[in-house]
């Protein structure tokens, strides 16, 4: 063997391990989170971008799904159609990201998902919608069983993962216009408890890197409750919405739903004596108070009613829920579309008008 040829192999050899080096999956010190604890308030677009937000529905129970189709629903162009002709002026789109992805920590993200997302994420924004992008349903971040048709990721690699795939969805869509908005976690809690403050701050880091001054959602544990605002640190960003979830009074809104250990005792609750309407404005109340203390509007990201209710109080629920949220200056989302609280009715292809009205009408 010449000096040449020693001298090549040994470049070559040199060049397959920067390549690995590069390819092979970043620890979480690569992922600093953002200082926290000293939150300017929101910037003028931060606030501009939740007023105009006004009143919006989720998209979901179609890719936040294990598999799209997987809970009987898949993404429809003609969807989107029908929800900007109704009114409708910012869509919440989930998305299980963490079951399109590699099982390993660098959690590469299907280039065939992201198609298929793309195709909603700008039918969405091309019909004139602030499009709120999620990560939904990353069962294991959690600590909570998979759903059907999840696959299982090794412990250790989860925080990993969630901040990998931020940086692939980060740079994905860095070039879409500010309509685009991202929202980092959908109802942290289990094992996010005590860790979310701190995994929220790498994530916001993360998106900065390519996306410095894009809107994002953040909200508080224990499912996005407004009972957990107090607990919530936000990083030191003014680009920054915070949004709450709100089901209350839980026995009527989740009455029948098959995943709510005793929901079936719940059927036939009616909607919404004056304690009822205790439960639903205590926690408005708490988050108006928190926005108004920290500078930061509130996004009601999810409300509804379960479809096993009445319908006649599913109304009556909506439109309090709907008129309460206004009074308080914030913007929602339906809590959804089209499957079991659905506004829409995919298989009539027609709306619930009652639940249409309450929402949109006058």
């Known amino acids: 063997m010449t000096i040449l040829t020693r001298a090549a192999l040994l470049l070559a050899c040199a060049c397959s391990l920067l390549a690995a080096c590069a390819s092979a999956p970043a620890s979480l010190a690569d992922y600093p989170p953002m200082p926290a604890g000293a939150a300017p308030g929101a910037s003028t677009p931060a606030i501009e971008t939740a007023r105009a937000m006004g009143r919006g529905v989720n998209f979901g129970n179609i ?3 294990p598999t799209e189709g997987a809970w009987g629903l898949r993404f429809d162009a003609t969807l989107v159609a029908k929800a900007a002709e109704a009114g409708f002026t910012n869509a919440r789109l989930p998305v299980r990201w963490s079951n399109h992805a590699s099982a390993d920590g660098e959690a590469r993200i299907d280039p065939e998902f992201f198609k298929r997302v793309d195709e909603a994420v700008d039918a969405l924004l091309d019909k004139g919608f602030i499009v709120v992008l999620n990560m939904h349903h990353y069962r294991q971040l959690d600590g909570d069983a998979l759903d059907g048709g999840e696959a299982p990721v090794a412990d250790g ?9 931020w940086k692939q969805i980060a740079q994905h869509y860095s070039t879409r216009g500010p309509k685009l908005v991202f929202e980092l976690y959908n109802e942290p809690h289990g094992a996010q408890t005590t860790r979310w403050n701190d995994l929220a701050a790498r994530g916001l880091q993360v998106v900065r890197r390519s996306n410095p001054t894009r809107i ?3 909200g508080p544990t224990q499912w996005n409750s407004a ?7 936000l990083p030191n960003d003014a680009n920054l919405i915070v949004t709450v979830h709100h089901y209350e009074p839980f026995h009527f809104t989740h009455q029948g739903a098959e995943w709510a250990s005793g929901a079936a005792a719940w059927l036939g609750t009616p909607c919404c004596d004056a304690a009822q309407l205790a439960q639903m404005r205590g926690p408005l109340d708490t988050a108006l ?3 108004l203390r920290h500078r930061y509007p509130i996004y009601l990201g999810e409300f509804g009613a379960y479809g096993k209710a009445e319908m006649g109080a599913r109304v009556t629920y909506t439109r309090r829920m709907r008129d309460e949220a206004e009074r308080r200056g914030f913007s929602w989302a339906y809590w959804e579309l089209a499957s079991g609280f659905g506004v829409y009715d995919p298989a009539a292809r027609e709306w619930r008008e009652p639940l249409k009205n309450a929402l949109l009408g006058p």
């Open 157 to 165: 690699l989860h925080a990993l993962r969630f901040l990998n795939m």
């Open 63 to 65: 890719f936040d799904a």
């Open 289 to 291: 108070a928190w926005s």
């Open 216 to 218: 994002v959602i953040i």
């Open 227 to 233: 009972n957990a605002l107090a607990s919530l640190v």
